[in-house]
């Protein structure tokens, strides 16, 4: 049983992989927190994406606030 989980896991992630894939996510170099994201969430969306699923991520309201180094 944890066998058939697994792979059926893997298949869902590799159908993710492949709809990003067709999107052209993997196609540009500079990636930003917002390409991550919706690479992260195309792919876990998994075959759901060819369902009308089209998961975004808006990274423009998120406040890091990083700290300064020492001098």
Known sequence: MARLISLLLVVWLVIGAFAAYQ???????ETNCA???????????????YFGVNPEVDCKDIDVDVPE???
Request: charged share 20%; net charge negative.
């Open 35 to 49: 390409e991550a994201g919706n690479i992260a969430l195309t792919i876990v969306a998994g075959p759901l994406n």
């Open 69 to 71: 180094p020492s001098e």
């Open 23 to 29: 999107r052209d996510y993997f196609s540009d170099a």
